[in-house]
């Protein structure tokens, strides 16, 4: 999982690292101020001086290069010259979303899904809800509402890369993306279908959405989709930390 956060608590900008624990298979970062340790998939601390905090997720889809290229052609990227000498474009668990154990994950699995089954979590007014990508795959827009929240979710062509497929990233099997959006705009709340591949349509003005939120067509060319707070996880992952959270049904919309 890549998940971004907001690293401001009671106005002290925070510093973190890798601790080196896992948690359910997950990464427990350190912050260096308090040396307090943090869950990766929720952001909260969970040990040390800060515990119970929580940080504020920033949502994180993950997309193609060439799909952020496109819709951000002046957006900036992290270099890879980074003075070290990590091959940072290099996946080090070849093949780990291939198997049906997860690596080093101690616990009972959620056979509800595969354990290496993607979905988009969405988080919305202290609710939670997943969207597998296998439905999404299907269903390529979905309205729904959580927490009173109306949200939309959309589904990109699958040729955005595993990042731990093969050993070269870009030379992993394609996933897909998904991607949600609260799907208020202007007050009125839109309800999108899938168009053409990567886009879609607002029933309501009949304008063109691409899959990063922008309208590109139509009355409401231009506006763009506020992100709702959601990230991309393994089902295991998601399951370990969101227990009982609901999960979207295929036809379900709310």
């Not at 994180?60 to 890879?80: E, H, M, N, Y």
């Not at 994950?105 to 202290?126: I, K």
């Not at 009173?148 to 497929?165: C, K, M, N, R, Y």
């Amino acid at each position: 999982s890549a998940v971004g956060f907001d690293r401001r608590v009671d106005g002290e900008t925070l510093r973190f690292g890798v601790s080196g624990l896992l948690r359910k298979s997950d990464l427990v970062m350190w912050d260096q101020q308090t040396e307090s340790l943090w869950q990766q998939i929720t952001g909260e601390a969970i040990v040390g001086e800060l515990a119970g905090t929580q940080l504020e997720v920033i949502p994180t889809p993950i997309v193609s290069w060439a799909d952020f290229q496109k819709s951000f052609p002046d957006g900036t990227v992290l270099s890879r010259d980074t003075g070290f000498s990590r091959a940072y474009g290099t996946n080090p668990y070849d093949y780990y979303d291939s198997s049906s154990s997860p690596f080093l994950f101690d616990g009972e699995l959620d056979d509800r899904y595969p354990a290496m089954e993607r979905v988009v979590g969405v988080t919305a007014d202290g609710a939670n809800k997943a969207y597998p990508f296998s439905v999404m795959e299907r269903e390529k827009a979905v309205n729904d509402t959580v927490g009173g929240e109306p949200i939309a979710v959309f589904w990109g062509a699958a040729d955005t890369a595993s990042a731990l497929d093969a050993g070269p990233i870009p030379d992993g099997r394609a996933v897909g993306a998904g991607l949600a959006y609260l799907r208020t705009v202007d007050g009125r709340i839109l309800t999108f279908e899938p168009a053409d591949e990567d886009t879609f349509r607002d029933l309501e003005t009949g304008s063109t959405w691409d899959l990063l939120g922008v309208a590109t067509n139509g009355p409401l060319k231009g506006a763009k989709l506020e992100p709702a707070v959601h990230t991309n996880h393994l089902w295991f992952a998601w399951a370990a930390f969101n227990s009982g959270s609901p999960v979207y049904d295929e036809g379900e919309e709310g």
